[in-house]
Protein backbone atom coordinates (compact mmCIF):
# COMPACT_ATOMS: atom_id res chain seq x y z
CA UNK A 1 0.00 0.00 0.00
CA UNK A 2 1.52 3.77 -1.03
CA UNK A 3 1.77 5.44 1.94
CA UNK A 4 2.75 9.33 1.49
CA UNK A 5 4.07 11.17 4.59
CA UNK A 6 4.50 14.71 4.49
CA UNK A 7 6.93 17.26 7.50
CA UNK A 8 6.03 19.29 8.56
CA UNK A 9 2.56 18.84 9.21
CA UNK A 10 2.71 22.23 10.44
CA UNK A 11 4.76 25.56 9.96
CA UNK A 12 4.75 29.11 11.28
CA UNK A 13 7.13 31.17 9.99
CA UNK A 14 8.07 34.61 9.64
CA UNK A 15 7.26 36.69 6.10
CA UNK A 16 11.51 36.45 4.33
CA UNK A 17 12.34 33.29 5.67
CA UNK A 18 12.88 30.65 4.07
CA UNK A 19 11.99 27.00 4.17
CA UNK A 20 11.10 23.67 2.84
CA UNK A 21 8.58 20.72 3.14
CA UNK A 22 9.32 17.56 2.70
CA UNK A 23 7.27 15.05 0.92
CA UNK A 24 8.23 11.21 0.92
CA UNK A 25 6.38 8.07 -0.65
CA UNK A 26 6.93 4.80 -0.20
CA UNK A 27 6.70 2.85 -3.28
CA UNK A 28 7.78 3.27 -6.94
CA UNK A 29 6.49 6.36 -8.60
CA UNK A 30 7.43 9.07 -11.55
CA UNK A 31 4.78 11.85 -11.02
CA UNK A 32 4.49 13.32 -7.84
CA UNK A 33 1.95 16.41 -7.88
CA UNK A 34 1.39 19.49 -5.33
CA UNK A 35 -1.66 20.97 -4.26
CA UNK A 36 -2.66 24.33 -2.37
CA UNK A 37 -5.84 24.46 -0.25
CA UNK A 38 -6.69 27.78 1.18
CA UNK A 39 -9.71 27.07 4.17
CA UNK A 40 -12.80 26.01 2.83
CA UNK A 41 -12.21 26.07 -0.59
CA UNK A 42 -10.85 23.62 -3.13
CA UNK A 43 -7.41 22.45 -4.28
CA UNK A 44 -5.62 24.77 -6.88
CA UNK A 45 -2.87 22.56 -8.83
CA UNK A 46 0.55 24.20 -8.32
CA UNK A 47 2.90 21.93 -9.99
CA UNK A 48 3.11 18.60 -11.96
CA UNK A 49 7.00 16.76 -11.82
CA UNK A 50 7.49 13.85 -14.10
CA UNK A 51 10.83 12.15 -13.94
CA UNK A 52 13.51 12.06 -11.39
CA UNK A 53 15.19 15.14 -11.47
CA UNK A 54 12.52 17.72 -11.96
CA UNK A 55 12.49 20.97 -10.81
CA UNK A 56 9.60 23.36 -11.19
CA UNK A 57 9.61 26.83 -9.96
CA UNK A 58 6.33 29.22 -9.96
CA UNK A 59 7.42 32.67 -7.58
CA UNK A 60 8.56 32.06 -4.35
CA UNK A 61 7.68 28.38 -5.09
CA UNK A 62 10.02 25.97 -6.48
CA UNK A 63 9.35 22.18 -5.98
CA UNK A 64 11.83 19.19 -6.91
CA UNK A 65 11.65 15.61 -7.45
CA UNK A 66 13.97 12.70 -6.24
CA UNK A 67 12.36 8.98 -7.88
CA UNK A 68 15.22 7.14 -6.09
CA UNK A 69 15.00 8.63 -2.59
CA UNK A 70 11.13 8.78 -2.97
CA UNK A 71 11.76 12.44 -1.97
CA UNK A 72 9.79 15.64 -2.95
CA UNK A 73 10.53 19.18 -2.12
CA UNK A 74 8.53 22.37 -1.91
CA UNK A 75 11.13 25.17 -1.07
CA UNK A 76 9.81 28.82 -0.05
CA UNK A 77 11.46 31.87 -0.77
CA UNK A 78 11.16 35.22 1.55
CA UNK A 79 7.75 33.87 2.34
CA UNK A 80 4.84 36.72 2.33
CA UNK A 81 1.50 36.26 4.07
CA UNK A 82 0.00 35.07 0.83
CA UNK A 83 1.62 32.05 1.28
CA UNK A 84 -0.36 31.19 3.77
CA UNK A 85 -2.44 27.85 3.40
CA UNK A 86 -2.01 23.91 3.80
CA UNK A 87 -0.08 22.23 0.92
CA UNK A 88 -0.47 18.67 -0.17
CA UNK A 89 1.65 16.44 -2.02
CA UNK A 90 -0.04 13.83 -3.89
CA UNK A 91 1.71 10.58 -5.88
CA UNK A 92 0.74 8.25 -8.34
CA UNK A 93 1.39 4.54 -7.95
CA UNK A 94 2.69 2.87 -11.03
CA UNK A 95 0.23 0.19 -10.76
CA UNK A 96 -2.77 2.13 -9.64
CA UNK A 97 -3.00 4.18 -13.04
CA UNK A 98 -4.64 7.03 -11.77
CA UNK A 99 -5.36 7.23 -8.71
CA UNK A 100 -3.83 10.36 -6.45
CA UNK A 101 -2.43 9.26 -2.90
CA UNK A 102 -2.29 12.35 -0.75
CA UNK A 103 -0.45 13.29 2.21
CA UNK A 104 -1.99 14.56 5.09
CA UNK A 105 -0.91 18.27 4.25
CA UNK A 106 1.28 21.00 5.77
CA UNK A 107 -0.29 23.86 7.09
CA UNK A 108 1.71 27.06 6.80
CA UNK A 109 1.29 30.32 8.41
CA UNK A 110 3.26 33.19 7.29
CA UNK A 111 2.86 36.10 9.86
CA UNK A 112 3.98 39.16 9.20
CA UNK B 1 -12.86 28.66 -19.25
CA UNK B 2 -15.43 27.01 -16.99
CA UNK B 3 -13.58 24.71 -14.10
CA UNK B 4 -15.32 21.64 -11.99
CA UNK B 5 -18.53 22.31 -10.52
CA UNK B 6 -20.48 20.68 -8.08
CA UNK B 7 -23.82 20.30 -6.32
CA UNK B 8 -24.93 21.34 -3.91
CA UNK B 9 -22.11 23.13 -2.25
CA UNK B 10 -23.75 21.92 1.78
CA UNK B 11 -26.08 18.86 1.81
CA UNK B 12 -27.72 17.87 5.38
CA UNK B 13 -29.38 14.67 6.17
CA UNK B 14 -30.19 12.12 8.51
CA UNK B 15 -29.02 9.38 9.55
CA UNK B 16 -30.92 6.46 7.26
CA UNK B 17 -31.49 8.64 4.50
CA UNK B 18 -30.56 8.81 1.05
CA UNK B 19 -27.98 11.44 -0.87
CA UNK B 20 -26.36 12.49 -4.28
CA UNK B 21 -23.90 14.33 -4.82
CA UNK B 22 -23.33 16.02 -8.64
CA UNK B 23 -19.86 16.61 -10.76
CA UNK B 24 -19.88 18.64 -13.38
CA UNK B 25 -16.33 17.88 -15.23
CA UNK B 26 -14.47 20.71 -17.55
CA UNK B 27 -15.84 20.10 -21.01
CA UNK B 28 -13.62 17.80 -22.89
CA UNK B 29 -12.26 15.91 -19.87
CA UNK B 30 -12.62 12.07 -20.17
CA UNK B 31 -11.09 11.13 -16.98
CA UNK B 32 -13.34 11.95 -13.96
CA UNK B 33 -12.72 11.15 -10.21
CA UNK B 34 -14.12 11.16 -7.07
CA UNK B 35 -12.50 11.88 -3.69
CA UNK B 36 -13.33 12.50 0.44
CA UNK B 37 -11.37 14.94 2.32
CA UNK B 38 -12.53 14.64 5.81
CA UNK B 39 -11.21 17.54 8.63
CA UNK B 40 -7.38 18.03 8.64
CA UNK B 41 -6.93 15.47 6.79
CA UNK B 42 -5.81 14.76 2.54
CA UNK B 43 -8.31 13.41 0.04
CA UNK B 44 -8.91 10.17 0.07
CA UNK B 45 -9.70 8.58 -3.60
CA UNK B 46 -13.22 6.47 -3.79
CA UNK B 47 -13.42 6.30 -7.90
CA UNK B 48 -12.20 7.28 -11.10
CA UNK B 49 -13.80 7.18 -14.61
CA UNK B 50 -12.41 6.87 -17.79
CA UNK B 51 -15.58 7.63 -20.30
CA UNK B 52 -18.57 6.07 -19.18
CA UNK B 53 -17.59 3.13 -17.18
CA UNK B 54 -15.76 2.79 -13.65
CA UNK B 55 -11.92 2.29 -14.37
CA UNK B 56 -10.98 2.22 -10.80
CA UNK B 57 -13.93 2.34 -7.77
CA UNK B 58 -11.26 0.48 -5.09
CA UNK B 59 -11.26 3.38 -2.91
CA UNK B 60 -15.25 2.79 -2.64
CA UNK B 61 -16.17 2.07 1.21
CA UNK B 62 -18.61 -0.27 0.72
CA UNK B 63 -21.46 -1.22 -0.98
CA UNK B 64 -23.69 2.23 0.31
CA UNK B 65 -21.88 3.90 -2.16
CA UNK B 66 -22.38 3.89 -5.71
CA UNK B 67 -21.39 6.57 -8.75
CA UNK B 68 -22.04 6.82 -12.29
CA UNK B 69 -21.79 8.73 -15.43
CA UNK B 70 -24.18 7.37 -17.92
CA UNK B 71 -22.92 9.65 -20.81
CA UNK B 72 -18.87 9.80 -19.51
CA UNK B 73 -19.95 13.89 -18.63
CA UNK B 74 -21.41 14.51 -15.49
CA UNK B 75 -21.31 12.25 -12.70
CA UNK B 76 -23.74 10.92 -9.83
CA UNK B 77 -22.49 10.11 -6.37
CA UNK B 78 -24.77 8.13 -4.90
CA UNK B 79 -24.91 7.30 -0.94
CA UNK B 80 -27.70 4.71 0.49
CA UNK B 81 -28.21 4.94 4.54
CA UNK B 82 -26.14 7.30 5.41
CA UNK B 83 -24.46 7.03 8.48
CA UNK B 84 -22.75 9.77 10.55
CA UNK B 85 -18.97 8.98 9.67
CA UNK B 86 -20.24 9.45 5.90
CA UNK B 87 -19.60 13.70 6.73
CA UNK B 88 -16.71 15.02 4.84
CA UNK B 89 -16.33 17.15 1.92
CA UNK B 90 -16.84 15.28 -1.14
CA UNK B 91 -14.46 16.49 -4.09
CA UNK B 92 -14.84 16.14 -7.47
CA UNK B 93 -11.96 16.26 -10.39
CA UNK B 94 -11.00 15.90 -13.79
CA UNK B 95 -8.13 16.08 -16.04
CA UNK B 96 -8.16 15.11 -20.21
CA UNK B 97 -7.31 11.52 -19.95
CA UNK B 98 -6.44 8.90 -17.43
CA UNK B 99 -2.54 8.11 -16.69
CA UNK B 100 -0.72 11.02 -14.95
CA UNK B 101 -2.63 14.07 -16.43
CA UNK B 102 -2.97 16.87 -13.98
CA UNK B 103 -6.58 16.53 -12.03
CA UNK B 104 -8.49 19.66 -11.26
CA UNK B 105 -10.90 19.85 -8.49
CA UNK B 106 -13.78 21.40 -8.23
CA UNK B 107 -15.20 23.33 -4.63
CA UNK B 108 -16.55 20.41 -3.22
CA UNK B 109 -19.85 19.17 -1.67
CA UNK B 110 -19.83 19.28 2.44
CA UNK B 111 -21.95 16.67 3.67
CA UNK B 112 -23.16 16.30 7.06
CA UNK B 113 -25.12 13.63 8.54
CA UNK B 114 -26.69 14.27 11.62
Known amino acids: ELKVEQNPLFLSMQEGKNYTIYCNYS?????LYWYRQDPGKSLESLFV?????AVKQEGRLMASLDTKARLSTLHITAAVHDLSATYFCAVVEETSGSRLTFGEGTQLTVNP | GAGVSQTPSNKVTEKGKYVELRCDPI?????LYWYRQSLGQGPEFLIY????????DSGLPNDRFFAVRPEGSVSTLKIQRTERGDSAVYLCASSRASGGETQYFGPGTRLLVL
Open chain 1, 27 to 31: TTSDR
Open chain 2, 27 to 31: SGHTA
Open chain 1, 49 to 53: LLSNG
Open chain 2, 49 to 56: FQGTGAAD
